[in-house]
């Protein structure tokens, strides 16, 4: 058996035997009498309260308490199971094509004014997303609009044969459109319809209608804006873990500042709270602060210096007006690998997460997390700053007067081969830039300055506003090493082609942002999307591969993935935090009672 | 003075319009777009992303844009379905109709709504924190004038400084710190406490359901916030009033008041006193504005649900309509208030005359 089996077996061992460790709950007083939940949250008001137009953080954390979804996400595996708690799909199977997708429901579950919950209500859903009519970012997921416009995905129908089946057509086989089924919410039809009829458009007027009828632990949202949400227990709900919800009432208080919301925690005022990773040392050493429970986790995100491949001075899509792929001149110093190579030889790391992030941090060389399953660990930039300049003397990077702490000029490399002669003597310099408003951001970027400036870069090292001067330069192109991270949703695919296809390098607004490209990439990644039956170990296979071609081309300086951690108060009963999430049983909590003056 | 106001005000009108055509011309200058802002997500699809700005009109060139909002669209065609083809009549009506549009980030809301549902609350602090600002800034700069040279004005300068050099946000943090944390732990060994913060440290209403309670049952979580809010007013109005008053008690008519034999409380109260508040009413103008404009930090840092937040994460996130309906309240509230400290001003001093009224 190889390495890459054995690792995968290993991986899905460790996720089976978390359940089993992970589902003992104790008794709670009774319905309602396990007291208020109370958090605090930094995202801002919600848009909507209806999941069919809504697609904010604020928005999506109150409609998923009150929606279920067609097809559940374990919180144990992070993988779409049958039969879970608050979803509707008891099992599903693919056609022999595996373009045909087809959904069994449960039959056993309903909304809490209790009609039960059929394909009909799925159905809505989809019409209306369909519709072309409300502004729903899901729109995208259909081939095309009810009138026949283009929108992009692969879905070619979604159809209910009976009450409880659904079934999804295709264009292709494909497995990251499974997920793109689990894009639509289902919504009370017999409600729905009776508000709006087949005026969707109507959902725009009213975006934070209160719902009446829902199907989750809790209901009857109370909303004052700026202020707080607040849901009280719905004792109709069937799936709840205790055969009831424990906790009368969970209650969201806006906090704009993360540092007061830490504070007002540390005082009680707050039932649970994800702890800034700034603070994250005090909680783990503090003496006054090692009283509040604590479960630290890998986190669902990576951060990454994006590299730009293509010259910034010439933005360019990845494909002409004919579809063609469009060749693109490269960036001076980073179209060249042996130099992205070099960088990732010249920063230390380890030095980087222990001293400056205080340890908060898994280092990693590819944009697989480390709770994916596709997840190789062998895979790690090597610290060596002698293999760095040894590198960039191979691409044409000389040190023309053997003084390292001066710019190397180029000597035949690569623009200077490829493009314009005129290039060799010109300086080895860069512009690293980090979005303004952070003091770790800040750090780590002139922590990467000064490691690459050691081996004969000119880093110029500057911090920018996100909104006026970061997003315009990394979407337009026009950038050269801008650092990011990216917050994976769940469950994780480790599919790219969001970010490093040709048709998502569109300067102003695509994803391919460094306009990277590599066919062998793009072939694999296209066949581990159309594997039969979708078959994990099968895809894990060619995904080995891939991430082996993104570890030696670096389309990004992969960093590291935040090391999160989540605090509660002494006492909260039965919290069963797992990586994939921290909530999942909030409706069996016993919560201690919080500090009010 | 009725022509007065009526020439003031028809004067208004281009001035409201030039603000209005700036601060538009401005903001979509101002690098950055909404859709991107909005979209940066890699799980959105393109077309959707395109689909998006022909919606809310951002690709369209600046006096379209302008123009949509000021008259609105229904004169003209538009892409309702966002397949690069107009196919319909516009449905906007234009804020001059009273249509203020919808917020790009909260889809489908009147941006009018939005601001109505903070308004109370800054309303309400700013209202608390002006009255302590004005009655602290004045009575301090009072007595600080009637003692000249001694500790308790040279004390009141160092408080003035303080008061304008230290940034809100330290010193609300350390207001928090201190009656949330510090002051709570410290005296609970001596029984005085539970270890409970002794002020709120956050919000403007208990965490309970069923709305906010009267003001009068929710006064202790106004009391940080409107401290903190109210230094710097203390401090300017102080210095303000002190520099007013010296220089009134020092004019001739407080000299011959003196020479007539009046008691010297009579002098500083009758005489002094409400001369030195004439130059003041000049600023009563921008109070105005002050009242509704919410203030950013302190909103913040104390979680207080008011209008600085939301304009604050309106120009981030780029929601036009938002801005432009808050730059529309602004500028026509700064507007009447300036006419109304004229007016005051005029009122309240008898040199003063409206040019134009009869003698």
Known sequence: MGTGKMRFLLIILLLLALPASAQEFEEAPGPG?????????????????????????ASSAVYS???????????????????????????????????????????????????????????????????????????????????????GGKILSIEAPDDYTVVVTFSEADCISFSDVNDITPVPAHVFSQLYGDNYAMMMDDPRRIPTVSFGPF??????????????????????????????????????????????????????????????????????????????????????????????????????????????????????????????????????????????????????????????????????????????????????DDDPDTARICQDCLFAREVDEAFNGSELTLDLHVPAGSDIGEQMGLFFQAEMNKVGFEAIFETIDWGSAFLPELVGQTFDMNMLGWSLGLPVDPDVSAFYYPEVDVPGSGFNFGSYYNAELIELNDQARVVPGCDVEARAEIYARVQEILFEDMPYFYMYVSESMTATQPGLGNWNPTPISRTYSQDAWIAPEMAQP | MQRYIARRLLQAIPT??????????????????????????????????????????????????????????????????????????????????????????????????????RLGATIELNIAAVLIGLTGGLLIGLLAALQRGRAFDKSSRIFAVLGDAVPAFWFGLLAIMLMGLVLPRALEPYGIGDGSPILPMGGRCPPVRGGCPPIYARLHYMIMPVLVS???????????????MLETINSDYIRTAKAKGLTSRGVWIRHGLRNAIIPLTVFLGPLVFGLIGGSVIIERIFSWPGIGLLLFDAVVSRDYPVVMTSVVIGAILSILGYIAADILYALSDPRVRFSGARP
């Open chain 1, 219 to 400: 209901k009857d949202v109370e909303f004052a804006s700026g202020e707080r949400i607040s849901l009280i227990a719905d004792q109709a709900y069937p799936d709840s873990i205790l055969g009831y919800v424990s906790p009368a009432e969970t209650v969201t208080l806006q906090v704009a500042d993360e540092n007061v919301a830490t504070e007002r925690f540390i005082a009680g005022e707050f039932t649970i709270i994800g702890v800034p990773s700034i603070r994250q040392e005090d909680f783990r050493t503090d003496p006054e602060l090692l009283e509040f429970p604590r479960y630290e986790f890998t986190g669902n995100g990576f951060t990454f210096f994006g590299m730009n491949h293509a010259n910034p001075d010439n933005p360019q899509p990845g494909f002409d007006e004919e579809g063609n792929l469009l060749p693109q001149e490269p960036h001076p110093v980073l179209g060249d690998r042996l130099v992205r190579q070099a960088i990732s030889h010249a920063v230390d790391m380890d030095a980087l997460i222990e001293g400056i992030r205080e340890g908060n941090g898994f280092k990693v060389a590819t944009h697989t997390i480390p709770t994916s399953w596709v997840y190789n660990p062998e895979l790690q930039y090597e610290y060596n700053p002698e293999l760095a300049m040894e590198k960039l003397t191979q691409a044409g990077w000389i040190d023309h």
């Open chain 2, 230 to 244: 109210s230094m710097g007013p203390i401090a300017g109005w102080s210095r303000f009033m002190r520099a007013s």
């Open chain 1, 33 to 57: 009498l396990g007291g208020i939940i109370i958090d605090a949250s930094t995202a801002g008001d919600p848009a909507t309260f209806n999941p069919l137009i809504g697609g904010d953080t």
């Open chain 1, 65 to 151: 308490l009150l929606y279920p979804s067609i097809i559940g996400v374990s919180p144990y595996t992070g993988l779409e199971e049958p039969n879970l708690d608050g979803a509707m799909a008891a099992g599903w199977e693919y056609d022999e094509t595996g373009t045909v997708l087809t959904v069994h429901l449960r039959q056993d579950i309903a909304w809490n004014d209790g009609t039960p919950i059929t394909s009909a209500d799925y159905m809505w859903a989809v019409e209306a997303t369909r519709s072309g009519q409300i502004d729903s970012p899901r729109a995208g997921i259909f081939q095309t609009m009810a009138d026949g416009t283009p929108a």
């Open chain 2, 16 to 117: 409201l319009f030039g603000i209005t055509i700036i601060v538009y011309f401005i903001m979509l200058l101002a690098p950055g777009d909404p859709v991107s802002l909005m979209t940066f997500d890699p799980t959105i699809r393109q077309d959707e992303r395109e689909r998006l700005a022909i919606k809310l009109g951002v690709n369209d060139p600046f006096h379209v844009q302008y123009l949509r909002w000021l008259i609105g669209d229904d004169w003209m065609m538009v892409d309702s379905n966002a397949d690069g083809e107009v196919d319909s009549w516009g449905d906007n009506y234009g804020i001059l109709r009273g249509d203020f549009g919808t917020s790009f980030k909260f889809r489908g809301s009147n941006p009018l709504h939005l601001i109505s549902q």
